[in-house]
């Protein structure tokens, strides 16, 4: 994963955990239903497999992850 995906993803992720607030200044954040660890990104026609990553931020698990096509990350909260 290139370091800017990571970036944001943190940045998403820290933001989503600490204020509950699933928004972000830069990309669209879009929450799935609770324990996703996958999802697949329509776009016209096709479809891509988005594969979410774990991340533990204060005790909360979230599965998070970034499509560079839609710019958008997908977030979905584990426990917490």
């Known amino acids: 994963m290139q370091s800017e ?3 944001i993803l943190q940045r998403v992720v820290e933001n989503f955990v ?3 607030n699933a928004s972000d200044d830069h990309v669209k ?8 660890t996958s999802y697949v990104e329509q776009i016209g026609v096709d ?8 991340y533990r931020v204060d005790g909360t698990v979230v599965y998070a992850g970034y499509s560079s096509r ?3 990350v997908y ?6």
Do not use: A, D
């Open 47 to 54: 479809g891509r497999s988005i594969m979410l990553k774990e």
């Open 70 to 72: 839609s710019e958008t």
């Open 29 to 36: 954040v879009t929450s799935l239903p609770k324990g996703k």
């Open 75 to 80: 977030l979905s909260v584990v426990n917490g």
């Open 5 to 7: 995906e990571k970036t």
């Open 18 to 20: 600490r204020t509950g």
